[in-house]
Nanobody, 127 residues
Framework: QVQLVESGGGLVQAGGSLRLSCAAS????????MGWFRQAPGKEREFVAA????????SYADSVKGRFTISGDNAKNAVYLQMNSLKPEDTAVYYC????????????????????WGQGTQVTVSS
């Protein structure tokens, strides 16, 4: 049984930084890519960033480019999201996810591509 556990959320002032972490457990864990989505109250879940585990290529939502950085540690089955210059509109529950069967044709911004999801961690940015 694979589980993803997020940590690092919290309350921060606008312009501040937070670093989210996600660790996968389960001795059969394997993934093509890992990513982060977020969901604000009353809104749909939206793509934030993803990283392909082999090669390390990354993709980002336009709204976070230049401010957020995703990275992975394959040895630890972990993925991280460094969030800088945070804005109130970044307030949301952030979810870690893993794509088990992807390929270079996978649309990483599509939440339906992901097989495993964490429980989420709250990020609140005050103005």
């Amino acid at each position: 049984q694979v589980q993803l556990v997020e940590s690092g959320g919290g309350l921060v002032q606008a312009g501040g930084s937070l670093r989210l972490s996600c660790a996968a457990s389960g001795n059969r864990f394997s993934a093509y890519a890992m990513g982060w989505f977020r969901q604000a109250p009353g809104k749909e879940r939206e793509f934030v960033a993803a990283v392909v585990r082999s090669g390390g290529s990354t993709s980002y939502a336009d709204s976070v480019k230049g401010r957020f950085t995703i990275s992975g540690d394959n040895a630890k089955n972990a993925v991280y999201l460094q969030m800088n210059s945070l804005k109130p509109e970044d307030t949301a529950v952030y979810y870690c996810c893993a794509d088990r069967w992807g390929s270079k044709w996978t649309l990483l911004s599509n939440p339906n591509q992901y097989d495993y999801w964490g429980q989420g961690t709250q990020v609140t940015v005050s103005s």
